[in-house]
């Protein structure tokens, strides 16, 4: 799609400068104020003794594997009872609108399993490549870490991620509308080393790979894409990857839809042709406006989102200083941009991009602005490497149409109301 027209005109460029110097001209005046108003209200909390100053906390033995702290038990993952018929079936969604940076915590990167999360020991895991191969291998945990690893950030995003929103705002919170999206660091092997070892055959041209699950969840992938970048991974974070997270062993596919991400994964079919299985026909599908079908839509688009303020975190200070924060992403590379609106789309801002930047990873972005009080439409517009713009709902449903569930990446906004409050709205 053709990249949306600035429509920032000259002098509304000079207003947004001379709003951005009264803004630091603001802080340094907030800052004064409170100084000032401390010194003459002098605050309990800090002049009296309280009793984490007063009494001993808990010693090293108390807390073997580090828990977050009690103040902080709203950051959890949820899910939404009505998505799917049964739990074990299901999907549960990261929390966007509680974190910052650009790591997920692996206790909350979000979940989505076709047959329940799999209790596998190490000990007993079997990984097989077979099919067209020299030699078909069948490899134990030990001896998959004994080629040389690597470790890259990526991000992972469910293809259904935002899905409900095709037809309409639904969904009322970031972390219900686009909360199956984490990131984090995967340390493992190169699949292609691995497929080096049993030796492919010439006429080789796609890959099977198998969960060890129940549901036993299989997707075509084309040997480049495998040979390129394809991981198999054991570790997240730094340790050993969580059950629901394919312990012990799990395919990373960067920058391609999640559920290509084998979890639990027991064996690689190499072949010369796509299998079409059911997770590549019937589901992962686009069913466009005329009734044919996109497939085979791997890669996950340009997006991003706003993160707070929205829904589930209001406006909660007041007039003022305010920050704004949010992510983007590309399955293609890296992203150059984001720009911010705080009118529905009629004005854009660039955003300040953390320097922390990683091809098929988080971007973490911030706009800093002084809220006077008026309602706000939040939106935000990625741009990455390459080019691709972040459509607008409008855009992408005039390309496709309002019947898939999966991969929408339009821009989102956001309405925040005099007193703060957040709701999911569209504006056209």
């Given at each position: 799609m053709k990249k949306p027209k600035d429509t920032i005109d000259s002098s509304r460029r000079r207003q947004l400068i001379k709003t951005g110097m009264a803004v630091t001209g603001g802080i340094s005046a907030s800052l004064v104020v409170a100084s000032k108003a401390n010194a003459a209200t002098p605050d309990p909390l800090i002049t009296e003794i309280q009793d984490w100053n007063r009494y001993l906390g808990d010693g090293v033995d108390a807390r073997p594997y580090g828990l977050p702290s009690k103040f902080e038990t709203d950051a959890v993952r949820r899910d939404v009872a009505w998505l799917t018929a049964d739990p074990k079936a299901s999907v549960n969604f990261t929390p966007l609108h509680k974190l910052d940076g650009i790591i997920t915590p692996n206790g909350l990167c979000f979940e989505r399993h076709h047959g329940g999360v799999a209790e596998i020991a190490p000990s007993s895991h079997r990984l097989m490549?077979?099919?067209l191969v020299n030699n078909p291998l069948v490899f134990t945990m030990e001896d998959l870490m004994r080629f040389p690893r690597e470790n890259h950030l990526y991000f992972l995003e469910c293809a259904?991620?935002?899905?409900?929103?095709?037809?309409?705002?639904?969904?009322n919170g970031c972390q219900f509308t686009h909360g199956m999206v984490h990131n984090v660091m995967y340390s493992g092997v190169k699949l292609k080393h691995v497929l080096a070892e049993a030796g492919l055959k010439g006429n080789a041209k796609w890959l099977l790979p198998e969960g060890a699950d129940a549901s036993h969840m299989t997707r075509s992938i084309p040997i480049e894409k495998g040979l390129d970048d394809c991981l198999i991974v054991t570790h997240m974070n730094g340790e050993a990857l969580?059950?629901?997270?394919?312990?012990?062993l799990r395919l990373v596919v960067?920058?391609?839809e999640g559920n290509m991400w084998v979890k639990w994964l027991r064996?690689?079919?190499v072949g010369d042709k796509p299998w079409h299985h059911r997770e590549e026909t019937s589901k992962y599908t686009d069913l466009l406006e005329d009734g044919t079908a996109r497939r085979f839509t791997w890669e996950m688009e340009v997006k991003s989102v706003i993160t707070n303020p929205s829904p589930q975190a209001p406006i909660n200070h007041g007039r003022g200083q305010t920050v704004l924060?949010?992510?983007?992403?590309?399955?293609?590379?890296?992203?150059?941009r984001v720009d911010v609106s705080i009118d529905g789309g009629r004005n854009w801002t660039t955003a300040r991009l953390d320097p922390h930047s990683f091809s098929k990873s988080l971007h973490r972005f911030y706009f800093d602005f002084d809220w006077?009080?008026?309602e706000l439409f939040l939106q935000s517009r990625a741009i990455d490497e390459f080019g691709h713009v972040q459509p607008t709902k409008n855009q992408l449903r005039a390309a496709r149409?309002?019947?898939?569930?999966?991969?929408n990446n339009s821009i989102q906004t956001w309405h925040v109301k005099n007193d703060g409050v957040v709701e999911n709205v569209e504006v056209s």
């Amino acid at each position: 799609m053709k990249k949306p027209k600035d429509t920032i005109d000259s002098s509304r460029r000079r207003q947004l400068i001379k709003t951005g110097m009264a803004v630091t001209g603001g802080i340094s005046a907030s800052l004064v104020v409170a100084s000032k108003a401390n010194a003459a209200t002098p605050d309990p909390l800090i002049t009296e003794i309280q009793d984490w100053n007063r009494y001993l906390g808990d010693g090293v033995d108390a807390r073997p594997y580090g828990l977050p702290s009690k103040f902080e038990t709203d950051a959890v993952r949820r899910d939404v009872a009505w998505l799917t018929a049964d739990p074990k079936a299901s999907v549960n969604f990261t929390p966007l609108h509680k974190l910052d940076g650009i790591i997920t915590p692996n206790g909350l990167c979000f979940e989505r399993h076709h047959g329940g999360v799999a209790e596998i020991a190490p000990s007993s895991h079997r990984l097989m490549i077979n099919g067209l191969v020299n030699n078909p291998l069948v490899f134990t945990m030990e001896d998959l870490m004994r080629f040389p690893r690597e470790n890259h950030l990526y991000f992972l995003e469910c293809a259904a991620n935002t899905g409900m929103e095709w037809r309409g705002a639904q969904l009322n919170g970031c972390q219900f509308t686009h909360g199956m999206v984490h990131n984090v660091m995967y340390s493992g092997v190169k699949l292609k080393h691995v497929l080096a070892e049993a030796g492919l055959k010439g006429n080789a041209k796609w890959l099977l790979p198998e969960g060890a699950d129940a549901s036993h969840m299989t997707r075509s992938i084309p040997i480049e894409k495998g040979l390129d970048d394809c991981l198999i991974v054991t570790h997240m974070n730094g340790e050993a990857l969580r059950p629901e997270q394919g312990y012990p062993l799990r395919l990373v596919v960067p920058g391609w839809e999640g559920n290509m991400w084998v979890k639990w994964l027991r064996r690689i079919e190499v072949g010369d042709k796509p299998w079409h299985h059911r997770e590549e026909t019937s589901k992962y599908t686009d069913l466009l406006e005329d009734g044919t079908a996109r497939r085979f839509t791997w890669e996950m688009e340009v997006k991003s989102v706003i993160t707070n303020p929205s829904p589930q975190a209001p406006i909660n200070h007041g007039r003022g200083q305010t920050v704004l924060t949010g992510i983007a992403w590309s399955g293609y590379g890296r992203v150059k941009r984001v720009d911010v609106s705080i009118d529905g789309g009629r004005n854009w801002t660039t955003a300040r991009l953390d320097p922390h930047s990683f091809s098929k990873s988080l971007h973490r972005f911030y706009f800093d602005f002084d809220w006077d009080g008026r309602e706000l439409f939040l939106q935000s517009r990625a741009i990455d490497e390459f080019g691709h713009v972040q459509p607008t709902k409008n855009q992408l449903r005039a390309a496709r149409g309002v019947n898939s569930i999966y991969h929408n990446n339009s821009i989102q906004t956001w309405h925040v109301k005099n007193d703060g409050v957040v709701e999911n709205v569209e504006v056209s």
